[in-house]
C-alpha cells in the first residue's frame, strides 16, 4: 500500500513539475472556434439569387420572383464539385444584396416560395444544408444586411422586424454552422419596394451588431464570425485572394470589433492583409476570391474560370500565408456549375493531394540547439508527427535556435511547411533555411510570420540530404509544431513556370527600361536579349510604373548558345523614388557558363520598390554584359 501511495506522489509531482515547465502563451490566443477554422484551411462561398437570372453582379431588389426557377438545381452534385476541389465547406448566401430569401421565411414576402422553384414548396437553404451532411464538409450561411427591396431599410422596423428575425431563422433551423458571414456594402441605391432611390445608414450603430454577436454566441457558438473587422475572423483587405507575405493573426482595429468594446477607430484596408504584430485581439485573415472574374455567373465569362495552376498560386498567397481560403462559386441559372468550374477545381484539388500525400522529412534524423528542459514532452519528434498541438519548444531564455534535418535518402522537394503550436501564440518573427551540399550550407529559403501555417514555395526544385532550419527572431521561446518537405508533381512545375511566363509578359507590358533601347530584357522573348556595351553604363534600370511587392528576381541569360558577356556576379537594388537605392540581393550565378537557365533569386525579405537597378559586377569573359529577360513575382 505504501509503495502505490509513493508512486501515486511521483507521478503528481512529475505531472506538476511538467506542467510548470511548458512556455507560457504569448500575447493573444485564438478561441476554440477558431483553432478549427484554422484547421479547415479552404472553403467556398455560392451566390445563387435572382441576380444570376438578370446577369448582374449586385441586383437592385427589383427583380420578379418569378425569374428564380433553377430546372436543374442538385445540391449534392455542387457539394461532390466542392468536396473534389479539397476545400472543406460551403457558406451559402441565404439572402443578397437583393433583399431575395432562399428560405421561406415569415419576415418578407420577397423569398423562395413566391418563385416557381419547387412548385413554391422550395427551401434552397435546407436542400444546401442537407447536401453538405451528405458530403460530410461544413455549412455556413450569409445574410446581407443590406436589402435594396424592402421598404423600411433604412428605419428601425427593418432591423427589428426583418434582419434580426431573419438571423434568428437561419441560426435556429439550419443546424450547426462553421461560419457566419457579414460584408461592408451597406446602404445605397436600390428598389426599396418601389421607392427608387438612395438610402444611407451607419452600419455600426443601425445594425446592432452587438445583439447580433450575441444571437450568434447563443444559437451558433461554434460559427467564426466574419466581417470587415471580425470579431473572428477578418477580411484580407482585398478581393485578390492574398494575404501579406507576412501575415499576423493579431490585429487591431481603428473601429470597434462588434462584441469587443474596448477596441478603437476604423481600419485602413492596408492594414488588413497584414494584420498587427502583437494586436489587441486574435482576428486572422480570410481571403476571398471568386472562381471567375465575378462573383455572380455571367455567360459572357465562360472561358474566364481561374486555371488550376492559378487557383494553386492563390492557395501560397493564402492558406501558405496563415489565413483561409474563400473561393467565391456561382450557378448558372439552370442551377448547375458549369463544366469548366467543375474541372478546373478538381484539378486543383487532384494536384493538392498529390502534393501533399508524402511528406518527405517523416522518419527524418532532426537535432536541436535547444530543447526545453531536455523533456520528452517538447522533443523534435513531435515536428513531424501531423499534429498540429504537440511541438518542440527551447527554454525562457532561449528564442533563437537551429534544426538539423537528416532526411533518410537525398530527395527532391520544392515546399516546406512551418507551423507554431498557435494555441500558445503567434511567436516566431524570421526564419531560415539552408541546404547542406556536401561543403558548406546555402541559405534556400526564409519567411517572417509563421503562425498557424506557413508554406514556403521555392522556385525550383531542390535536392539535398541534410538539411538546417534557423529560428533568427522572437520574442520569447520557440513553440514549433510542424516541419515537413513536399514535391509538387512534375507536370504542375512545368504549368506553372509557364503561367509564370504568361503572366510577367503581362505585366511587363507596362514596365519600362531606362534607356529605353534595352527594352529586349522585358519583352518577353527569351530569344531577343539586350547587349548592355555602353563602358559608361554598367547597369539596366527598370521603372514599373507603379509600387510593387518583389520577393524574388529571375534573371535570364542569353539563350542563343554564346557565352559573350554572360553576368555571373550581380548586385540588385530597389528604390521608390528612382533617386535612392537601397541593396536587395547580390551574389554569385554558379555554373551559369554550362547551365544557363534562369537565376531566380529569392529576397530574404519581401520588398516595395517602384524601381529595380541591375547590376553587372562580373561577367565570365570580361565583356559587357548581356541579358536576355528580367522578371519579378
Avoid at 428598389?191 to 438610402?199: D, F, P
Amino acid at each position: 500500500m505504501k509503495r502505490i501511495i509513493f508512486s501515486l506522489s511521483c507521478c503528481l509531482f512529475v505531472a506538476t513539475a511538467i506542467a510548470q515547465s511548458a512556455p507560457k502563451p504569448y500575447g493573444v490566443l485564438p478561441t476554440e472556434r477558431q483553432l478549427r477554422w484554422q484547421e479547415m484551411e479552404m472553403y467556398v462561398i455560392m451566390h445563387f439569387t435572382p441576380t444570376t437570372f438578370q446577369n448582374k453582379e449586385w441586383g437592385f431588389g427589383d427583380a420578379e420572383p418569378a425569374i428564380f426557377n433553377p430546372s436543374n438545381f442538385n445540391a449534392d452534385k455542387i457539394f461532390a464539385a466542392v468536396k473534389a476541389g479539397g476545400f472543406k465547406g460551403l457558406t451559402l448566401v441565404a439572402k443578397h444584396h437583393d433583399g431575395f430569401a432562399l428560405w421561406p421565411t415569415k419576415t418578407t414576402p420577397y423569398n423562395i416560395s413566391a418563385s416557381p422553384f419547387r412548385g413554391g414548396k422550395g427551401d434552397l437553404v435546407k436542400e444546401m444544408m442537407d447536401a453538405s451532411k451528405k458530403a460530410g464538409l461544413a455549412f455556413g450561411l450569409y445574410c446581407s444586411p443590406w436589402d435594396r427591396n424592402n421598404p423600411n431599410y433604412s428605419k428601425p422596423e427593418y432591423v427589428n422586424n426583418v434582419y434580426h428575425p431573419q438571423l434568428e431563422e437561419l441560426y435556429t433551423n439550419y443546424g450547426k454552422l462553421y461560419t457566419v458571414f457579414f460584408d461592408g456594402a451597406n446602404g445605397g441605391d436600390g428598389y426599396y419596394g418601389g421607392a427608387k432611390e438612395k438610402r444611407s445608414i451607419n452600419a455600426s450603430d443601425y445594425y446592432d451588431f452587438d445583439k447580433i454577436w450575441g444571437m450568434v454566441r447563443s444559437k451558433q457558438p461554434m460559427a467564426v464570425a466574419f466581417s470587415d473587422i471580425g470579431p473572428d475572423i477578418r477580411w484580407v483587405g482585398n478581393e485578390r485572394g492574398e494575404a501579406g507575405s507576412t501575415s499576423w493573426a493579431t490585429f487591431t482595429p481603428q473601429s470597434p470589433v462588434p462584441g469587443k468594446k474596448s477596441s478603437p477607430g476604423f481600419v485602413k484596408e492596408e492594414v488588413l492583409p497584414i494584420g498587427t504584430r502583437n494586436g489587441d485581439f486574435w482576428i486572422p485573415a480570410e481571403c476571398d476570391v471568386p472562381l471567375r472574374p465575378g462573383w455572380f455567373y455571367h455567360p459572357e465569362q465562360d472561358g474566364k474560370t481561374k486555371t488550376p495552376i492559378q487557383l494553386l498560386n492563390l492557395y501560397y498567397k493564402s492558406v501558405g500565408r496563415g489565413a483561409s481560403l474563400d473561393l467565391g462559386i456561382a450557378p448558372m441559372p439552370s442551377g448547375e456549375l458549369h463544366s469548366d468550374d467543375i474541372a478546373n477545381m478538381k484539378a486543383f484539388g487532384d494536384i493538392l493531394r498529390a502534393t501533399f500525400a508524402n511528406n518527405l522529412a517523416h522518419g527524418a534524423s532532426i537535432t536541436a540547439s535547444n530543447t526545453r528542459a531536455k523533456s520528452i514532452l517538447y522533443t523534435v519528434n513531435h515536428l513531424t508527427d501531423n499534429d498540429r498541438y504537440s511541438y518542440w519548444a527551447t527554454d525562457d531564455q532561449v528564442n533563437t535556435a537551429s534544426l538539423e534535418i537528416n532526411l533518410r535518402l537525398p530527395s527532391k522537394f520544392n515546399v516546406i511547411r512551418l507551423r507554431e503550436n498557435i494555441k500558445l501564440g503567434q511567436r516566431i518573427e524570421a526564419v531560415a533555411v539552408d541546404s547542406w551540399d556536401g561543403k558548406g550550407w546555402n541559405e534556400i529559403a526564409t519567411a517572417t510570420s509563421i503562425g498557424g501555417n506557413r508554406l514556403i514555395r521555392l522556385p525550383k526544385m531542390v535536392e539535398a540530404q541534410k538539411l538546417r532550419l534557423r529560428i533568427l527572431q522572437s520574442p520569447v521561446s520557440i513553440a514549433l509544431s510542424d516541419f515537413a518537405l513536399f514535391a509538387e508533381p512534375a507536370a504542375v512545375l512545368v504549368e506553372n513556370e509557364k503561367a509564370n511566363l504568361d503572366a510577367m509578359v503581362n505585366a511587363k507590358k507596362t514596365w519600362k527600361l531606362l534607356p529605353s533601347q534595352d527594352s529586349a530584357a522585358i519583352d518577353g522573348n527569351p530569344a531577343t536579349w539586350t547587349y548592355v556595351g555602353d563602358p559608361k553604363r554598367e547597369h539596366l534600370l527598370i521603372d514599373f510604373q507603379k509600387t510593387q511587392t518583389i520577393s524574388i528576381i529571375d534573371f535570364l541569360p542569353r539563350q542563343d548558345g554564346l557565352k559573350t558577356g554572360m553576368v555571373d556576379q550581380y548586385l540588385y537594388e530597389t528604390s521608390l523614388d528612382g533617386v535612392s537605392f537601397s541593396i536587395a540581393a547580390q551574389g554569385e550565378f554558379s555554373n551559369i557558363a554550362n547551365n544557363p537557365v534562369q537565376q531566380s533569386t529569392v529576397l530574404k525579405n519581401p520588398t516595395q520598390a517602384r524601381f529595380l537597378r541591375i547590376t553587372s559586377k562580373h561577367t565570365i569573359d570580361g565583356s559587357a554584359p548581356t541579358v536576355a529577360e528580367i522578371g519579378i513575382r
